[in-house]
C-alpha cells in the first residue's frame, strides 16, 4: 500500500518557516532535551525492552532502524512519522494511551531525521514516572498555617482545628466523647494491649478531678506494658521472627535482644532519629554501647535463605539468594523509615514514582558489605560472661559434689553424655556421635561415613571418647580410650551404626519402659546406646572433681527394642578388663542389675552395644539409672546433717545468680564481609547480567533538599550505613517525619491519614488532612523526636476522645462512609495477639514476666527442615504475653493465624483485618479457649461467690469492662443457672464486645 507524503509535505514546509520565537529553541536542539523527553512520555510505555508492543522498542536506536521505522536523513521514508500524523483525516494512529503529539513536537521528530537521527550511545530512553520531584510527600513540610482558624488563641494549634476545619466544609461536626468506662478501656488497648483491671475502671470512672483523662494518659505512656504493645507494630515492619525461614527455617535463639530492644526504646522514648540510626549503623556510631550494636538486629530481622547462601553448591543459586537478601535489607529501610517502595525499582526504571534502577542498587550497595549472622554483642561482653559462667558452674559444681557425697548419690553418667555434671545439669536426649565425638540434639537415623574400630577423643571433662566397634570375629584389637587401653574377643558385626549415644532414649525408640519402669519419668535417667557403639568415661577425673574414692558402678541394664526375635551383646570394661558380658539380650529378658565395684586404681569405664551378629535392627540399648557412686554404707552425723542445710542453701543461691546471668550476650544481626564487593546495576534484575560499572553507595535524588550521595566505592561498608542513617534521620527529610507520625495516627484511629502507610507515592493514597500531616512532623521535630510527646497529642485530643457509634443523623455516611474526616472514632477489632493476651489477662493466668528468650508453645525436633508441632499453651510459661513468642515462619500458630496474625515473611504496615466463620469457631472451640473459659469460671467463683448475680457481675466487669445492663444481668443469670458458668464465660470470650475497641 503506498504511503500518503502530502502531511509530511506541509511538515517539512513549516519547518522551514519556523516562527521567530522558536528559532532560539533551534540553536539548542539536540536528541538528549528535545526527542529523548518526548519518547519517554509518549511512546516507551508501550514500546520498551520489557514492553515490545508491535514487535518494537523506542527505547534506544537498534529497534527502529532494524525495522524500517526510522531512515536517516530522510523523513519521507520513515515509517515512524506516519504513524504519528494524521491520515485521510483520521486520527494518528500512534500514540494510544497518551495524547497525539503536537505539530511542534511532529516538527521536532522530523528535523530530528532530517539531520541523520543521531541518538547519543549513553543515552537509553526510559519511561517517565507517574510522580516527579513534585510529588507532595517529596515536598518539605509546611511550617506556616496562619491561615488555619483556631479554636483558642491562647493555646496555639491543636489537632482538633485541622480536624474541624475539614469537617466544617462537609456542614459536618465532631460527634460527642465516649463515656470514661469506654475511654480507659480503648486507651488501655491503645497504649497497653489489655484490658483494663476493674478497680482502675471504677476508679478512673468516678473520679471528680478535671484532669483525670490527662493523668491517665500519663500513666499509661509510663507503665511498661506500653513498650510492649509498641514494639508489637515496629516489629510487624521489621517482619521479626525467631527462624530463617524458606525449606530449611532453622532457629534464631539469640533473635530476642533485638525485641527486648525495640521494647525498651519505646519505654525510654528513645528520640526517633537516634532509634533509626541504631538500628541501621548503631555498631559504627556508637561501638561501646552494647545496645546499639544489638539494635542492628533489624537489618537480619527478615527471612533469609540458608540453603541458597550457605548450603548450595550452585554460583547461580548463591548469586540469586544474596541478590533477594540485598532487597530485603534495602526494601525494610526505605519502606519502613520513609514509605518508599524502593523495590519496584529492582528490575527498571519505578513506573509510578521518581526513583531509577540505578539509585536502587546504589542503596543497595549502602549494604553489600554486610550478612547475616549470629554475633557477639561485644568482645568485652562475652569475655566477661563467660568468665563469670565458669566462676558459678564451678562453684556450683563444687557444691553439687559435696553434697553427693553427703547424701550417697553419686553422678549420673546419662547426664554427663547430656553435658551435664553428673547432678542433673545436663540437656534431656543431647547426644555424643560415636563418629566424631561431637555434640549432636537432632535425631540421626541410620550414619553414613562409618569407619570402626577408630576411637575419638571428646572434649567432655568426665568422657574420654566414643567409637564404634567391629569386633572381627575376636581378632581385632579396638582402641578404647585415648591412653591407647584395647579390648578383644568382641565378635564380628555389620559395622554399621544408628543415632547417638544419649541422655535418654536414642532416635526411633521402641519404648522407654521396662519391667513397669519409665526411664524417662522424674528421678529416671537413661543412657542410651544402640548397637553398635562405645563410650569410655575417665574415672580418675570424675574422682577428682567429685572427691569419692571408693567407687561402683551401677545400673539396670536392658534392650529396649522391640520383642520377639531381636537382641543384641553388651559388654562392659575396666581398663580393658571385661567384667560384665550379656550375649543376645532380649526384651523379654527384663531389667539386669549392674553392681560393679570399682578399685581406686582404675582409669577408665567403658559400655559397648554390638548387634549380636543379627543385624542391628531395633538394638536399643539402655543403662538405666546409671550411676558412679560411693560403695561405703552412708551414714550422716548431726554435723554433717547441718552441713547438707548450708550446702543446699548455698547452691540455691548460686544457682539464682547463674539464671540470671542469661544467655551468652550474643544476638542475630549483620556482620562485615571480609571483602566490600562491588554493585553493578542487574540488567532487568538478573544477578547473571551485571552492568560494567561499580555503583557507589547513593540514594533518592528526588528530594532536592538533601544530598543523596553516600560515599564512593572506596567507603567502607560502617561509613556507608552511617550515612544512610544520617540522611533518613536528617531534620530537611521530611519524608521520614511524615511516615512515622502517621503510623502513629493509624495505631490510634485504625487508619492512617494517609491510607497506606508504607507507601507515599503515586501508588499510595494521598492524604485525608495534609496540613495536620505536616504539623504533626514538625512537632515531632519540636519535641526532640518524642514519640510518646506525639501520641499524648493524639490521645488527649476531641477528635480521640469521641464516641465511635455514630448518632442517628446519616450526613455523615452520605459524605464520608469512610470516615476518612474523622467525624466519629473508628472501632477496631483488636490484633490477634492482643485477643490472646486478653484471654489470658481475664482468666487470671497472664504470666508477667518480661524480656529475654521467647516462650516455645510447640515442640522442637531437629531435622533437615525443623519440625515445630504445636501444644496447647497450658503452663504459666506459655501464658507470657505473646510480644514473647517464639515465632516460627514456615509454621505458623494455626489460631492467631486464623485471627489473621501476619505472615512474618513480609513486611506489614497494617494488619489485615478479616471476619470468618473460623474466626469464631477458633474463639468457640479451640482448645486453648476452652481451658481459658475453665480458668476465666474458676477466678469468678473465687472473686465473686456462689450467688449467680453476683458472677455475672463481675464476669462482665474483667471480660468487658463494664457492669451489665439490667437486662443483661437477668438474662445472663438465668443462663448460668440453665447451663453453668463456664458456658457464660466461654460466651463473653466469643463476643464482639470483647474482640472489638469499641
Not at 533469609?304 to 553448591?313: L, S, Y
Not at 448475680?949 to 448460668?976: H, I, N, T, Y
Amino acid at each position: 500500500m503506498a504511503l500518503q507524503r502530502s502531511p509530511l509535505l506541509s511538515l517539512l514546509f513549516w519547518l522551514i518557516f519556523l516562527p521567530p520565537n522558536l528559532s532560539a529553541e533551534d540553536r539548542h536542539f539536540s536528541f538528549e532535551t528535545d526527542i529523548a523527553p518526548l519518547f519517554a512520555e509518549h511512546c516507551v510505555r508501550c514500546h520498551s525492552p520489557d514492553n515490545t508492543k508491535g514487535g518494537v522498542s523506542l527505547a534506544s536506536m537498534k529497534d527502529l532502524q532494524a525495522n524500517g521505522y526510522v531512515t536517516a536523513g530522510n523523513p519521507e521514508e520513515s515509517y515512524l512519522l506516519e504513524l504519528v500524523t494524521s491520515q485521510d483525516g483520521k486520527p494518528p494512529a500512534m500514540p494510544q494511551e497518551t495524547a497525539p503529539l503536537s505539530d511542534k513536537q511532529v516538527a521536532l521528530l522530523t528535523r530530528w531525521i532530517k539531520e541523520g537521527a543521531h541518538w547519543p550511545k549513553n543515552v537509553v530512553v526510559k519511561q517517565k514516572s507517574k510522580a516527579d520531584d513534585s510529588w507532595w510527600s517529596l515536598q518539605p513540610l509546611r511550617r506556616d498555617f496562619a491561615a488555619l482558624k483556631q479554636s483558642s488563641e491562647n493555646r496555639g494549634l491543636q489537632i482538633d482545628d485541622f480536624i474541624r476545619q475539614k469537617l466544617s466544609e462537609q456542614q459536618l461536626t465532631l460527634s460527642p466523647p465516649a463515656d470514661r468506662s469506654t475511654l480507659i478501656r480503648r486507651l488501655a488497648f491503645d497504649l497497653h494491649g489489655l484490658p483494663p483491671d476493674p478497680a482502675e475502671v471504677d476508679a478512673f470512672v468516678s473520679d471528680p478531678d478535671p484532669r483525670a483523662y490527662e493523668k491517665l494518659v500519663d500513666r499509661m505512656l509510663a507503665s511498661p506494658l506500653y513498650g510492649e504493645r509498641m514494639a508489637q507494630h515496629w516489629l510487624d515492619l521489621a517482619h521479626y521472627a525467631d527462624t530463617h525461614g524458606f525449606e530449611r527455617d532453622k532457629r534464631r535463639d539469640n533473635a530476642w535482644r533485638y525485641r527486648d530492644y525495640v521494647i525498651a526504646s519505646f519505654n525510654a522514648d528513645k528520640p526517633y532519629p537516634r532509634f533509626l540510626q541504631e538500628q541501621i549503623a548503631g555498631d559504627v556510631l556508637w561501638p561501646e554501647n552494647e545496645q546499639a550494636t544489638i539494635a542492628t538486629g533489624f537489618l537480619a530481622a527478615g527471612p533469609w535463605d540458608f540453603v541458597g547462601q550457605v548450603e548450595t553448591k550452585s554460583d547461580v543459586l548463591r548469586r540469586a539468594a544474596r541478590s533477594l537478601d540485598l532487597d530485603d535489607m534495602a526494601t525494610q529501610v526505605m519502606t519502613a523509615c520513609m514509605g518508599i517502595t524502593i523495590n519496584c525499582a529492582r528490575c527498571h526504571d519505578h513506573k509510578l514514582d521518581p526513583i531509577t534502577q540505578k539509585e536502587y542498587y546504589q542503596l543497595r550497595a549502602v549494604f553489600a558489605g554486610v550478612k547475616r549472622s549470629e554475633r557477639v554483642v561485644s568482645d568485652s561482653a562475652i569475655k566477661a560472661y563467660e568468665s563469670r559462667k565458669q566462676e558459678l558452674t564451678a562453684e556450683l559444681n563444687d557444691i553439687d559434689y559435696r553434697i553427693s557425697r553427703l547424701e550417697g548419690t553419686g553422678v549420673d553418667l546419662a547426664d554427663i553424655v547430656g553435658g551435664g555434671n553428673g547432678l542433673g545439669t545436663g540437656a534431656f536426649r543431647q547426644g555424643i556421635d560415636a563418629r566424631t565425638a561431637k555434640v549432636q540434639t537432632r535425631d540421626f537415623g541410620a550414619l553414613g561415613n562409618v569407619k570402626t574400630n577408630r576411637f575419638v577423643s571428646a572434649d567432655f571433662e568426665f568422657i574420654d571418647g566414643v567409637f564404634i566397634p567391629d569386633g572381627q570375629a575376636g581378632k581385632a584389637k579396638i582402641v578404647v580410650s585415648s591412653t591407647g587401653t584395647t579390648v578383644s574377643g568382641l565378635p564380628a558385626t555389620t559395622g554399621k551404626a544408628w543415632d547417638m549415644i544419649r541422655n535418654g532414649p536414642v532416635a526411633s525408640q521402641h519404648s522407654p519402659e521396662l519391667d513397669g519402669i519409665n526411664f524417662t519419668e522424674a528421678g529416671h535417667s537413661l543412657l542410651g546406646l544402640h548397637a553398635n557403639a562405645g563410650i569410655t568415661f575417665d574415672l580418675e577425673k570424675i574422682r577428682s572433681s567429685t572427691q569419692l574414692t571408693d567407687l561402683q558402678f551401677t545400673a539396670k541394664l536392658g534392650y529396649f527394642g522391640a520383642g520377639g526375635v531381636f537382641h543384641a551383646d553388651v559388654r562392659v570394661f575396666v581398663d580393658g578388663q571385661e567384667v560384665a558380658k550379656y550375649i543376645h539380650l532380649k526384651r523379654d529378658d527384663g531389667l539386669q542389675e549392674l553392681n560393679i565395684p570399682l578399685s581406686p586404681s582404675a582409669h577408665f569405664l567403658t559400655l559397648i552395644a554390638t548387634d549380636g551378629g543379627n543385624g542391628y535392627s531395633h538394638d536399643q540399648v539402655g543403662f538405666g539409672d546409671p550411676r558412679l557412686k560411693s560403695a561405703l554404707p552412708q551414714k550422716r552425723e548431726p554435723a554433717q546433717e547441718r552441713e547438707l542445710k548450708q550446702l543446699r542453701k548455698q547452691r540455691e543461691d548460686v544457682s539464682s545468680q547463674l539464671k540470671s546471668l542469661g544467655p551468652p550476650p550474643r544476638f542475630y544481626g549483620v556482620v562485615a564481609n571480609k571483602t566490600l564487593p562491588d554493585v553493578h546495576l542487574l540488567v532487568r534484575g538478573n544477578p547473571e547480567a551485571p552492568d560494567k560499572e561499580a555503583l557507589a553507595p547513593a540514594t533518592l535524588h528526588s528530594l532536592k533538599m538533601l544530598d543523596p550521595e553516600l560515599g564512593t566505592t572506596e567507603t567502607s561498608e560502617g561509613q556507608r550505613r552511617a550515612a544512610l542513617a544520617k540522611w533518613i534521620t536528617n531534620p530537611e527529610n521530611p519524608l521520614t517525619q511524615r511516615v512515622i507520625v502517621n503510623r502513629l495516627w493509624l495505631w490510634h484511629f485504625g487508619q492512617g491519614i494517609v491510607k497506606t502507610p508504607s507507601d507515599f507515592g503515586y501508588g499510595g493514597g494521598r492524604p485525608s488532612h495534609p496540613e495536620l500531616l505536616d504539623w504533626l512532623a514538625g512537632e515531632l521535630q519540636r519535641q526532640n523526636g518524642s514519640l510518646k510527646g506525639v501520641q499524648r497529642l493524639i490521645l488527649l485530643s476531641d477528635t480521640y476522645r469521641q464516641q465511635s457509634r455514630a448518632r442517628d443523623d446519616q450526613r455523615g455516611y452520605q459524605v464520608d462512609a469512610d470516615n476518612r474526616l474523622l467525624w466519629h472514632q473508628n472501632p477496631r477489632r483488636r490484633e490477634a495477639e492482643a485477643i490472646r493476651d486478653a484471654v489470658l489477662f481475664v482468666s487470671g493466668k497472664l504470666n508477667r514476666e518480661r524480656g529475654g528468650p521467647g516462650f516455645e508453645d510447640f515442640q522442637y525436633q531437629d531435622a533437615y527442615a525443623p519440625i515445630y508441632t504445636y501444644v496447647t499453651a497450658d503452663k504459666p510459661a506459655l501464658w507470657r504475653r505473646s510480644i514473647y513468642r517464639y515465632r516460627v515462619r514456615t509454621t505458623p500458630n494455626r489460631f492467631l493465624t486464623t485471627l489473621d496474625c501476619p505472615d512474618p515473611a513480609n513486611l506489614t504496615a497494617r494488619r489485615l483485618t478479616t471476619t470468618t466463620p473460623l474466626q469464631s469457631l477458633a474463639l468457640y472451640n479451640n482448645d486453648f479457649m476452652l481451658r481459658q473459659a475453665r480458668y476465666f469460671a474458676e477466678r469468678i467463683k473465687k472473686e465473686a461467690g456462689s450467688a449467680p448475680v453476683d458472677q455475672v457481675q463481675r464476669a462482665f466487669q474483667l471480660a468487658l469492662g463494664r457492669k451489665p445492663s439490667p437486662q443483661e444481668s437477668r438474662l445472663s443469670v438465668d443462663f448460668v443457672k440453665q447451663q453453668d458458668l463456664f458456658a457464660l464465660c466461654r460466651s463473653l470470650l466469643n463476643s464482639n464486645e470483647f474482640v472489638y475497641v469499641d
